[in-house]
């Protein structure tokens, strides 16, 4: 499951408090089968005053679930399956719903 969302990829929310809402995954936790999206799950951290850093609430986007997420399809920018195929000898991501070629 780890290889069909990347990093920079474009997902919608399929599931929780932010669902239907769109953004870039900037993370992947590949061990934990989680990923991080960009203004998506957000909540507040509170951290301690350092010597370099001032305390105080500092807002955060937290992990999400793969199974919670969806690629964005590039061609009719809807919520697509990801599949493989091998095209000119080379293993490449394609959306399940229009075919068209992810990457590569």
Avoid: C, W, Y
């Avoid at 089968?33 to 955060?60: C, E, L, M, R």
């Amino acid at each position: 499951m780890g290889a069909r969302i990347k990093k920079g990829d474009t997902v919608v929310v399929l599931a929780g408090k932010d669902k239907g809402k769109r953004g870039q995954v900037t993370e992947v936790l590949k061990k934990l089968d989680k990923v991080v999206v960009s203004g998506v799950n957000s909540v507040i951290k509170h951290t301690k005053q350092t010597k370099d850093s001032a305390g105080g609430k500092v807002p955060k986007n937290a992990p999400l679930h793969m199974s919670n997420v969806a690629l964005l399809d590039p061609k009719s920018d809807m919520a697509t399956r990801v599949g493989f195929i091998v095209k000119d000898g080379k293993k490449v991501r394609i959306a399940k719903k229009s075919g068209e070629v992810i990457d590569g």
